[in-house]
């Protein structure tokens, strides 16, 4: 496949931050406005943003060398005719979208998919304008499009599945986390979004709360940063009229924007969000009036069937930020409870939706299950994807179990040959949740854990030995669980996104999922202890030198490769393999008469000083029990069989998981902070 291209009609704040975006992720895109001075504008403005980032530490000049490399500014639409994928980012009006689409498509080639970065427009309405429907979608970006990696993309009724399934590729290959959403009003987000920030000041005219009351309750009961009133303030006051306004028409009367909302607009200026004391005795009544409005919004547009609940939750924690989505924070409230104040706000205000999903959900008196596992099955091949990318698709046991149904589904179809695993977003697996292990090392039910990792085990196992072709596609992030599900699956195809990554030596436990056993069948025991130990990353191109990877390919053409896989058939990733020369010093300084040494930051002949004492550098801020327990497992799994080095691994979880080191290692990553293992006291 040819080199994936793309374009950006739309030179402003979010047409240079898409374009930034693109660019970043690797692919070339073209700007085009109707001046140079627009597109030269757009130019400074990601140019500006990436060297703010060289300043403080976050990017390298290389990088956004590299990236500014890859844009290309144009005022002539004769220069994107041969494009893969246009956004048009211009002024949300309808009349000057459909110009653009009606140009677009007048020039650009057959193939080539026409987005639409529209927020409020019906997208078959944009669609119109074009001979090309059914190759027209909407792409809602959020702000700032560089940094949030939320993307709704909106088909309408014309929308060929085809068309669906490129958009979904695009934003993948540009680092976006979709969700797929209806042409209806409000899309996803700004659906359950804008009532919430209306609700808000309902509840103000209403006289029952002063701003910071509101504010602060919304912060609490939603867990998030700001409120309604400072993030209006935050993104444009007009919006929320203009969006609710939107809603009157299209919804119901009441969605209607608050007079007061109405007058703030007319006066131009913002909310005054410290308006008085903070009464806590108004949390409850606020609170519940702002749930349920979001929430019975969102319930609305999933009876409709205009997007998921997973899709929906996922678009409030990504695009938001809040923590929890409307559907998970039904079930920390209660559904029945929640279910309550709707029909309490239903009684008392007109045109409040009907909500039969949630009322159904209530009457179970069960909380919301979710899927996080997607199962797609094309002629003999079925795709898995762990699609939880809000939590970088982290395994805890409802993603264990819904994994192990999807496999076993394939498992058992006999038209089914290959079975590839994915993971959405930017990351492929990034490991075990620890919470589960936090939780029950400060229970006490280490039995929990050792079972958990038992089922996962059996999993792993059994996707290794599957009469079927199992793929892992590692195009992006993998740590400890993570990379052990790659290395469980019989062929590994990776792209240069794709990392490896054992960090449990800083965690105060071991890679219990089988790693260091398959690291060291594959790549032998001293690079498997210098990985494990030091929690060093490997990148998928190091992988592939040392015989990891089967197929290391482009992102574009990761298709072509697993195509490649299934006509080659069976694939050996045990077979033998000669250690890269320049891994030599690696393999000298983690030998059995080494390490040692190594360990200690002593000289040791045939290595460089500099290396070891590098080395011995970083393994000494990791946990010392952990440092002293993983070579040992590791010795000891060489000479075993894969099924007898498992079941030693299972033996040794309590011991690791009891020692006072693993609470603390545990405790320190979900907490954010550096681990003192000091504090064991031994």
């Given at each position: 496949?040819?080199?994936?291209?793309a374009?950006?009609?739309?030179?402003?704040?979010?047409?240079?931050g898409?374009?930034q975006?693109?660019?970043?992720?690797?692919?070339?895109?073209?700007?085009?406005?109707?001046?140079?001075?627009?597109?030269d504008?757009?130019?400074?403005?990601?140019?500006?943003?990436l060297?703010?980032?060289?300043k403080?530490?976050v990017f390298?000049?290389?990088?956004?060398?590299?990236t500014?490399?890859r844009?290309n500014?144009?005022?002539?639409?004769?220069?994107?005719?041969?494009?893969?994928?246009?956004?048009?980012?211009?002024?949300?009006?309808?009349?000057?979208?459909?110009?653009?689409?009606?140009?677009?498509d007048?020039?650009c080639?057959?193939?080539?998919i026409?987005?639409?970065?529209?927020?409020?427009?019906?997208?078959r309405?944009?669609a119109?304008?074009?001979?090309?429907?059914e190759k027209?979608?909407?792409?809602?970006?959020?702000f700032?499009?560089?940094?949030?990696?939320?993307?709704?993309?909106?088909?309408?009724?014309?929308?060929?599945?085809?068309?669906?399934q490129?958009?979904?590729?695009?934003?993948?290959?540009t680092?976006?986390?979709?969700?797929f959403?209806?042409d209806?009003?409000?899309?996803?987000?700004?659906?359950?979004?804008?009532?919430?920030?209306?609700?808000?000041?309902?509840?103000?005219?209403?006289?029952?709360?002063?701003?910071?009351?509101i504010?602060?309750?919304?912060?609490?009961?939603?867990?998030?940063?700001?409120?309604?009133?400072?993030?209006?303030?935050?993104?444009g006051?007009?919006?929320?009229?203009?969006?609710?306004?939107?809603?009157?028409r299209?919804?119901?009367?009441?969605y209607?924007?608050?007079?007061?909302?109405?007058d703030?607009v007319?006066?131009g200026?913002?909310?005054?969000?410290e308006?008085?004391?903070?009464?806590?005795?108004?949390?409850?009544?606020?609170?519940?009036r702002?749930?349920?409005t979001?929430?019975?919004?969102?319930a609305?547009?999933?009876?409709?069937?205009?997007a998921?609940?997973?899709?929906?939750?996922?678009?409030a924690?990504?695009?938001?930020?809040w923590?929890?989505?409307?559907?998970?924070?039904?079930?920390?409230?209660?559904?029945?409870?929640?279910?309550?104040?709707?029909?309490?706000?239903?009684a008392?205000r007109?045109?409040f939706?009907?909500?039969?999903?949630?009322?159904?959900?209530a009457?179970?008196?069960?909380?919301?299950?979710?899927?996080?596992v997607?199962y797609?099955?094309?002629?003999?091949?079925?795709?898995?994807?762990?699609?939880r990318?809000?939590?970088?698709?982290?395994?805890?046991?409802?993603?264990?179990?819904?994994?192990?149904?999807?496999?076993?589904?394939?498992?058992?179809?006999?038209a089914?040959?290959?079975?590839?695993?994915k993971?959405a977003?930017?990351?492929f697996?990034?490991g075990?949740?620890?919470?589960?292990?936090v939780?029950?090392?400060?229970?006490?039910?280490?039995?929990?854990?050792?079972?958990?990792?038992?089922?996962?085990?059996?999993l792993?196992?059994?996707?290794?030995?599957?009469?079927k072709?199992?793929?892992?596609?590692l195009?992006g992030l993998?740590?400890?669980?993570?990379?052990?599900?790659?290395?469980?699956a019989?062929?590994i195809?990776?792209?240069?996104?794709?990392?490896?990554?054992?960090?449990?030596?800083?965690?105060?436990?071991?890679?219990?999922?089988?790693?260091?056993l398959?690291?060291?069948?594959?790549?032998?025991k001293?690079?498997?202890?210098?990985?494990?130990?030091?929690?060093?990353?490997?990148?998928?191109?190091?992988?592939?030198?040392?015989?990891?990877?089967?197929?290391?390919?482009a992102?574009t053409?990761?298709d072509?490769?697993i195509?490649?896989?299934e006509?080659?058939?069976?694939?050996d990733?045990?077979?033998?393999?000669?250690?890269?020369a320049?891994?030599?010093?690696?393999?000298?300084?983690?030998s059995?008469?080494?390490?040692?040494?190594t360990?200690?930051?002593?000289?040791v002949?045939?290595?460089?000083d500099?290396?070891?004492?590098?080395?011995?550098?970083t393994i000494?801020?990791?946990?010392?029990h952990?440092?002293?327990?993983?070579?040992?497992i590791?010795?000891?799994?060489t000479?075993?069989?894969?099924d007898e080095?498992i079941d030693?691994e299972?033996?040794?979880?309590k011991?690791?998981?009891?020692?006072?080191?693993?609470?603390?290692?545990?405790?320190?990553?979900?907490?954010?902070?550096?681990?003192?293992?000091?504090?064991?006291?031994?």
């Amino acid at each position: 496949m040819a080199e994936f291209t793309a374009a950006v009609v739309g030179a402003g704040t979010m047409g240079s931050g898409i374009a930034q975006k693109i660019a970043q992720e690797g692919v070339p895109v073209t700007i085009v406005d109707v001046t140079q001075e627009q597109v030269d504008s757009g130019y400074k403005k990601i140019k500006d943003m990436l060297d703010q980032g060289v300043k403080r530490g976050v990017f390298t000049q290389k990088y956004v060398d590299e990236t500014l490399g890859r844009v290309n500014l144009a005022t002539d639409y004769s220069a994107i005719k041969d494009v893969d994928f246009v956004v048009e980012a211009v002024f949300e009006d309808l009349k000057v979208k459909q110009d653009v689409m009606k140009k677009l498509d007048a020039i650009c080639k057959p193939e080539t998919i026409l987005g639409s970065n529209t927020s409020s427009l019906y997208v078959r309405d944009i669609a119109k304008a074009t001979n090309r429907p059914e190759k027209v979608l909407g792409t809602h970006y959020f702000f700032h499009p560089a940094k949030n990696r939320l993307l709704e993309i909106i088909a309408h009724d014309g929308t060929t599945d085809e068309t669906i399934q490129i958009a979904k590729k695009f934003a993948d290959l540009t680092g976006k986390t979709a969700i797929f959403v209806k042409d209806s009003p409000g899309f996803a987000v700004n659906r359950f979004f804008v009532p919430w920030l209306t609700e808000g000041v309902k509840i103000y005219e209403e006289g029952i709360a002063n701003k910071a009351t509101i504010d602060k309750a919304a912060e609490e009961a939603f867990q998030i940063g700001m409120g309604p009133f400072a993030l209006m303030n935050a993104t444009g006051i007009p919006i929320a009229l203009h969006s609710a306004e939107s809603f009157e028409r299209e919804l119901s009367p009441f969605y209607k924007a608050p007079q007061t909302l109405v007058d703030k607009v007319e006066e131009g200026n913002l909310w005054d969000v410290e308006d008085g004391d903070v009464d806590r005795t108004k949390f409850d009544e606020v609170a519940h009036r702002l749930l349920a409005t979001s929430i019975g919004a969102a319930a609305k547009l999933v009876d409709e069937g205009g997007a998921t609940v997973e899709d929906i939750n996922r678009g409030a924690i990504v695009g938001l930020k809040w923590r929890l989505g409307p559907f998970q924070l039904a079930n920390e409230f209660g559904v029945e409870n929640v279910y309550k104040w709707t029909q309490e706000m239903a009684a008392a205000r007109l045109g409040f939706p009907e909500v039969k999903m949630l009322k159904d959900q209530a009457a179970s008196k069960k909380p919301f299950e979710f899927r996080y596992v997607d199962y797609d099955k094309v002629g003999d091949k079925v795709t898995i994807t762990i699609n939880r990318p809000e939590a970088m698709n982290a395994l805890n046991y409802v993603v264990v179990g819904q994994l192990r149904k999807a496999f076993d589904k394939a498992e058992a179809d006999p038209a089914v040959k290959t079975i590839v695993f994915k993971g959405a977003g930017k990351a492929f697996v990034a490991g075990a949740d620890l919470k589960f292990f936090v939780e029950n090392v400060n229970n006490g039910t280490l039995d929990n854990i050792v079972d958990f990792t038992r089922d996962g085990h059996k999993l792993f196992r059994d996707i290794e030995t599957s009469s079927k072709l199992t793929i892992a596609v590692l195009d992006g992030l993998s740590l400890g669980g993570g990379s052990e599900l790659a290395l469980s699956a019989q062929a590994i195809v990776a792209t240069d996104k794709g990392t490896f990554g054992f960090p449990e030596s800083g965690l105060g436990i071991f890679p219990g999922y089988g790693g260091m056993l398959r690291f060291n069948k594959q790549v032998g025991k001293e690079i498997a202890k210098y990985f494990v130990l030091t929690g060093k990353t490997v990148g998928a191109k190091e992988a592939n030198d040392l015989g990891i990877i089967t197929k290391y390919t482009a992102p574009t053409e990761v298709d072509e490769a697993i195509g490649q896989l299934e006509a080659a058939g069976e694939n050996d990733k045990y077979h033998d393999r000669e250690t890269p020369a320049t891994y030599q010093q690696i393999v000298i300084a983690f030998s059995d008469e080494n390490i040692e040494k190594t360990l200690k930051g002593e000289s040791v002949d045939g290595v460089d000083d500099a290396f070891i004492q590098k080395v011995a550098k970083t393994i000494s801020h990791k946990s010392p029990h952990s440092v002293k327990v993983i070579p040992a497992i590791i010795d000891k799994q060489t000479n075993m069989t894969i099924d007898e080095g498992i079941d030693y691994e299972l033996s040794q979880l309590k011991p690791m998981f009891a020692d006072p080191e693993a609470k603390i290692g545990l405790e320190a990553s979900v907490g954010g902070y550096r681990p003192d293992f000091s504090a064991a006291g031994k």
